[in-house]
């Protein structure tokens, strides 16, 4: 196998917003693996893995009281406004404090709530010293109904202090429903959402150097609008190592976010199975199957990342009307360990990935351990990805039954 060239082509068929390494390091990867310094390889990439798994992330929210802050923030988290820990909306604000809010599933997302500006007496410059603005990796300011000029001070502020910001006119729903039941005869949604993004802009050029991105959204729909374009931009602006916990953290609402999901996921499973054939270079059967014995776990990890888990599965089907068991004849993932012989793929992939570690070392049992490793893992994705494309759909996908994923393994099992 060569392994800087395939190292080098796998890396380049991802977009920039779902790339989990920079292309610094994967030059310097392919480099070490050119000159046969796999040690130097493995260890950028054990390293890389870790800064991965531990890198923190920090949003801050501003915006004037009824912009629709907090009901952003609860998006954004994917905390349904009734749920317990959801950020309060509907109310007053009083605080001068910001406030944190931790993401479910994933708490090295930290999302920071700060008062409006115009709810303080701080200036600009002042009011994001007293914010810590250098604690957060980029700001989101949000704006409603009509531009205020403290929204203008605030941007130019951030900029001023070269920290990235972006700016989310909410509430673009409720804008388009006023304006369809004001002017019925003459509505046109295209020419409304202009209007709305042209003004946001002709308020920000004024007081910037350059024309800022303007994203309209509905907090109450993600997949609507601008929200998607927004998740993207993020990702493709965020530090490589910073992209894969914020990816993660993104609902599985529509095809484009699951499938870069899926794409950042393939890239972790692909540096996973290098270290973990480096590991295999000599005979310890124990360690790996310590590792198989965590099949489970690490598929459950999946579930969870696109939605599928059960806590999530429970809703929906309480949502029709019908059992967790009555919904999962309809989804991929229940039939993966199962062949059509009633024999476990767990259990197969067990004794041969034992036996081969326990007759053979070096480059062979590398090579066949990273073979495994890789598809085994790619196979718990493209099975949860595609359930999750498939509950996009939920009344079609209850038209017909999946029969067993996997009919038969690859040839090269055998």
């Known amino acids: 196998m060569d392994w800087a060239s395939s190292f080098n082509a796998f890396f380049k068929d991802f977009k920039k917003e779902s790339k989990l390494l920079s292309e610094e390091t994967i030059t310097l990867i392919k480099s070490h693996i050119e000159k046969n310094k796999l040690q130097e390889a493995l260890s950028i990439i054990q390293n890389a893995l870790r800064d991965i798994e531990n890198a923190p992330l920090n949003i801050a929210v501003t915006g004037e009281t009824g912009a629709g802050k907090s009901t952003f923030i609860n998006a954004l988290r994917g905390v349904g406004q009734e749920e317990e820990g959801a950020a309060a909306t509907g109310v007053t604000e009083t605080t001068m404090e910001r406030k944190q809010y931790e993401h479910p599933k994933f708490p090295q997302v930290k999302i920071w709530d700060l008062p409006g500006i115009g709810s303080t007496n701080f200036l600009p410059q002042d009011y994001l010293k007293k914010m810590k603005f250098e604690e957060y990796d980029f700001f989101i300011i949000i704006a409603a109904?009509?531009?205020?000029?403290?929204?203008?001070?605030?941007?130019?502020?951030?900029?001023?202090?070269?920290?990235?910001?972006?700016?989310?006119?909410?509430?673009?729903?409720?804008?388009?429903?006023?304006?369809?039941?004001?002017?019925?005869?003459?509505?046109?949604?295209?020419n409304v959402l202009m209007k709305i993004r042209d003004d946001c802009s002709n308020n920000l050029k004024e007081v910037l150097s350059r024309e800022p991105q303007i994203f309209l959204v509905s907090n109450f729909d993600v997949s609507d609008f601008d929200f998607p374009k927004l998740e993207t931009t993020l990702l493709g602006e965020l530090p490589a190592h910073k992209r894969h916990l914020f990816m993660l953290s993104l609902h599985s609402v529509t095809q484009a976010t699951i499938n870069l999901k899926r794409d950042s996921l393939k890239q972790k499973v692909f540096l996973e199975a290098i270290k973990a054939g480096a590991l295999a270079t000599i005979p310890l059967g124990g360690i790996i199957k310590d590792e198989l014995e965590n099949l489970d776990e690490i598929f459950k990890l999946y579930r969870s990342y696109f939605g599928l888990d059960d806590a999530s599965l429970e809703k929906i089907a309480e949502d029709f009307n019908i059992s967790v068991n009555e919904f999962k004849v309809h989804l991929q993932f229940p039939h993966l360990f199962t062949e059509d012989n009633d024999v476990p793929l767990e259990e197969r992939l067990v004794k041969y990935i034992k036996h081969i570690s326990s007759i053979t070392g070096g480059p062979v049992a590398t090579c066949i351990y990273f073979r495994k490793t890789y598809y085994l893992q790619n196979l718990f994705l493209d099975t949860a990805a595609n359930d999750a494309i498939a509950l996009l759909n939920k009344e079609a996908l209850f038209e017909k039954k999946v029969g067993p994923y996997l009919s038969k393994p690859p040839d090269y099992w055998e």
């Open 145 to 190: 109904t009509r531009f205020k000029e403290n929204d203008a001070k605030l941007a130019k502020a951030i900029n001023d202090m070269k920290m990235k910001f972006y700016f989310v006119r909410t509430k673009t729903d409720v804008d388009l429903y006023s304006e369809q039941r004001g002017k019925p005869k003459t509505f046109n949604k295209e």
